[in-house]
């Protein structure tokens, strides 16, 4: 070996390392665990109801109190675990309501799901839209890397990117799903739709951290259709509510509410 590969290994050896690293088992237990608490007989069988709420509360607690205690090991960021786990499990009943907002969207726009049960137990843009709103609530109180741990888990599973710094309201449906990016400072309304390979993304970042805190992804207001493959770009880029947007367009201007979009980038107003 060189002498200049010999001292790059002996630098290896003496850098500091972090011993603790967030599993991903520990992630899955920790979701299995939330979507059991809020869909109760969609993961393991219950016999006691009562009994099975208690102990399912304490064990999601202490699995979130682990993970942030994972976390404030790796960051040293000297976080409240206390409180966020009681802040955090005080937010599961708003989340559970737009869930099930969520289903309904899914069940309401898909004529292929037979149940709001199969839509529960199989499709992943339920799967990704669930781990993005328990994400959502941890980004919210300022948890350092569990929320993207979580949303990196998400798109491994179910090829859909959503940052958990995302805000997106009620009645969000998402079909297939896969190849599907929603950046940090997206904000979507209510029953907007959006098909696979979409990407709701920010302009040019050649300035990198300068950018940090700026709105750089786009609004999509209420009622709004993304067809597959349409990428819409910039924070200032708005579009206005009742609107389709049309397979493989490209967007970086916002659009007015109530037209449609299609791939040669002409826009005309919906028939009415």
Request: hydrophobic share 40%; proline share 3%; glycine share 6%.
């Amino acid at each position: 070996m060189s002498e200049k590969f010999n001292l790059w290994i002996e630098k290896k050896k003496n850098e500091l390392v972090h011993n603790d690293i967030i599993q991903m088992e520990d992630l899955i237990v920790f979701l299995d665990n939330i979507k059991s608490l809020i869909f109760p007989g969609y993961v393991e069988y219950i016999s006691d109801m009562e009994s099975y709420i208690d102990n399912l509360i304490k064990k999601s607690k202490a699995n979130l109190m682990s993970l942030l205690e994972t976390v404030d090991n790796i960051e040293n960021a000297q976080i409240n675990a206390s409180k966020i786990v009681e802040d955090f499990f005080d937010e599961l009943p708003r989340v559970e309501s737009l869930l099930l907002t969520d289903i309904d969207a899914l069940y309401a726009g898909d004529p292929a799901a037979s149940s709001k049960t199969e839509i529960i137990l199989c499709y992943p843009g339920l799967t990704a839209i669930f781990i993005y709103r328990i994400a959502h609530v941890l980004y919210k109180l300022a948890v350092p890397i569990l929320p993207r741990a979580l949303s990196e888990y998400a798109h491994s599973k179910t090829g859909i990117d959503i940052h958990p710094g995302a805000t997106i309201d009620e009645y969000f449906f998402i079909d297939h799903g896969t190849g599907i990016v929603i950046g940090q400072t997206c904000e979507i309304g209510k029953n907007v739709k959006i098909y696979q390979g979409v990407t709701l993304g920010a302009l040019s970042l050649r300035e990198g951290q300068k950018l940090k805190g700026n709105k750089r992804h786009p609004t999509i207001m209420d009622n709004v259709t993304i067809y597959s493959g349409a990428s819409i770009f910039g924070g200032e880029t708005i579009i206005g509510k009742n609107s389709t947007i049309g397979s493989n367009a490209f967007i970086i201007s916002s659009v007015e509410e109530d037209m449609t979009v299609t791939i040669q980038g002409q826009k005309k107003h919906k028939t009415k």
